[in-house]
């Protein structure tokens, strides 16, 4: 499974909060409507299909039953609507648009296509092709997480946080840094050698009492880890290291354990402080830390890793309980 960079989520999002402002979906009316945007998405889809139940409405708007139930009534209300028992079965009813629907329809549609229209003489060929493909291929990706979402669930949710050394853990983490940083960062081949001289180094020393490695299981599988070295740093130091989520148990407070497991090991072992290193454009970490009580303490241009990029330096000063 690719490893999708936080800077790409995070301009995605962005991007679909963007659409929804611009499709005027925060409005109360929307597509040049009195009506709700579900009410103008109920319309349009009863005016697409024939003999659409009210559970087929629900499904296709996924809405709740009781949802859809009062939204119908105020559409047949409002004359928009009407609703025909069925002639092969008589315990269900049709959904069909009045005179007044259809005509509600047919100004929704055109509303919708000149707004795409005008936004499309905008860019060339080329960009229209984009854009088609685009929201194509997000609309299918979104559908098919969603379908997929409830057998997957009870298997993303299941996860344990164990500690310690276990056979290939080391090589894991290995994997998911240079996997992760080589997609949000370009991070290559020096920032892999780089980090395999740092795991060796510190796989000698993981057996100390001020060491602690923390890892992720799920389906098998090693899927995020955390690494207190309290070693290297000297003075009272703890040294956070290696850090991260397989994109599976994102949004499940995966990370969040971790790190608040990881700092109540360093004031258990009554360290002065916790510093780590990370650099500019991960800002999910970022914000996570900062949400932990972590604060930037510096900021500078760095090319260890093979390319200049803003190094960040965070600390999060403990307090130190006498014996």
């Known amino acids: 499974m690719a490893v999708i960079s936080s800077d ?80 092969e079965d008589g315990r269900f009813r049709h959904l069909m648009l009045t005179t007044r629907g259809q005509k509600t329809f047919a100004e929704i549609t055109r509303y919708a296509e000149n707004q795409v229209e005008r936004a499309l003489r905008t860019l060339d060929t080329s960009k229209q092709q984009t854009v088609l493909a685009g ?77 602690q490695i923390w890892y992720v299981m799920s389906a098998g599988q090693v899927c995020g880890t955390i690494t207190i070295d309290g070693e290297d740093l000297g003075n009272n130091l703890a040294h956070l290291r290696w850090f991260v989520v397989d994109p599976r148990l994102r949004g499940l407070g995966v990370g969040r354990t971790l790190l608040e497991q990881a700092c109540t090991f360093c004031e ?11 650099v500019e454009g991960l800002s999910i970490a970022k914000n996570m830390y900062e949400n932990a009580g972590f604060s930037l303490a510096e900021q500078y241009e760095g090319d260890q890793w093979g390319s200049k990029i803003q190094e960040l330096k965070f600390v999060k000063d403990l307090e130190i309980n006498p014996q």
């Open 8 to 87: 790409r989520i995070s301009k995605i999002r962005t991007a679909s909060r963007d659409l929804v402002r611009e499709f005027g979906f925060l409005d109360k009316h929307v597509a040049g409507t009195h009506y709700s945007g579900s009410a103008v998405h109920a319309i349009l889809e009863i005016g697409m299909h024939d003999n659409l139940t009210s559970k087929d409405l629900a499904a296709k708007l996924r809405l709740e039953k009781s949802t859809i139930s009062r939204l119908l009534r105020r559409l047949v209300d409002q004359g928009e609507v009407q609703e025909r028992k069925s002639t």
């Open 135 to 211: 929201l194509t291929h997000y609309a299918q990706a979104l559908s098919q997480t969603r379908v997929t979402s409830q057998s997957d669930k009870t298997a993303v949710e299941a996860y344990t946080i164990c500690t310690g050394y276990r056979p290939g853990l080391l090589a894991r983490v290995a994997e998911m840094m240079v996997c992760h940083c080589h997609e949000a960062l370009g991070f290559g081949a020096e920032f892999e050698a780089r980090l395999l001289r740092d795991l060796d180094e510190f796989a000698n020393r993981l057996s100390h009492d001020r060491n």
């Open 268 to 278: 258990q072992q009554q360290f002065r402080s916790i510093h780590l290193w990370t």
